[in-house]
Nanobody, 126 residues
Framework: QVQLVESGGGLVQAGGSLRLSCAAS????????MGWFRQAPGEDREFVAA??????????AASVKGRFTISRDNDNTKNTAYLQMNSLKPEDTAVYYC?????????????????WGQGTQVTVSS
């Protein structure tokens, strides 16, 4: 079991930046691959970014590549995954979720992640 808590969401103007955090507790954080997903009203949950459990491999959705950066800190005092979001657009507005799977890498499929946080709202105004 791992518990995930997101933070860092908010309201930002188009072109601005936000950094989301996902604090993990429970089992060894470094044994879990992490992912970020988002869900806009009336839409399916969609993949945003993923990072391997060691942090050396990352994957991004085409819509965010070059603007968003996923990272993680496996130090026992941090146990946190991050999503740095730059050049935000109104279409990035959604609830953002972090997710975890006990594997080397989780991939794009939300069904592959058994552990989820509660989500944090990101709203980008035009």
């Amino acid at each position: 079991q791992v518990q995930l808590v997101e933070s860092g969401g908010g309201l930002v103007q188009a072109g601005g930046s936000l950094r989301l955090s996902c604090a993990a507790s429970g089992r060894t954080f470094s044994s879990f691959a992490m992912g970020w997903f988002r869900q806009a009203p009336g839409e399916d949950r969609e993949f945003v970014a993923a990072i391997s459990r060691g942090g050396s491999n990352t994957l991004y959705a085409a819509s965010v590549k070059g603007r968003f950066t996923i990272s993680r800190d496996n130090d026992n005092t941090k146990n946190t995954a991050y999503l740095q979001m730059n050049s935000l657009k109104p279409e990035d507005t959604a609830v953002y979720y972090c997710a975890a799977v006990q594997a080397i890498f989780g991939g794009r499929d939300p069904g592959g992640y058994p552990y989820w946080g509660q989500g944090t709202q990101v709203t980008v105004s035009s």
